[in-house]
């Protein structure tokens, strides 16, 4: 079992940033793949930015390139997503979610823990 809880959303102008959290508890996530996703009202839960086991390899939304960044520290049982230049259709809930052995999956699906999420509202 794995209990995954974000933190450090909140409401930011434009242009500003966040830097958002996601602590795992358990000893099996160091070796999984991990995924940021978000969700707007009425809209579909779209994958933003995934990382594998190591954190030696990336992947990011074409939305989100060269804005965010993914990272994760594995002695602190956490992945980050960095987010700067932030846009007011980057408002959504953002959730972190356990993807595949070892390596990042975009799809939901392959994403079997998630957290509670975290309310990210970009405005001015």
């Known amino acids: 079992q794995l209990q995954l809880v974000e933190s450090g959303g909140g409401l930011v102008q434009p242009g500003g940033s966040l830097r958002l959290s996601c602590t795992a508890s358990g000893r099996t996530f160091s070796t999984y793949g991990m995924g940021w996703f978000r969700q707007a009202p009425g809209k579909e839960r779209d994958f933003v930015s995934g990382?594998?086991?190591?954190?030696?390899?990336?992947y990011y939304a074409d939305s989100v390139k060269g804005r965010f960044t993914i990272s994760r520290d594995n002695a602190k049982n956490t992945v980050y997503l960095q987010m700067n230049n932030l846009k007011p259709e980057d408002t959504a809930v953002y959730y972190c979610?356990?993807?595949?052995?070892?390596?990042?999956?975009?799809?939901?699906?392959?994403?079997?823990?998630w957290g509670q999420g975290t309310q990210v509202t970009v405005s001015s």
């Open positions: 979610a356990r993807g595949p052995l070892y390596g990042a999956d975009s799809r939901t699906s392959k994403h079997d823990y």
């Open positions: 990382i594998n086991w190591s954190g030696s390899s990336t």
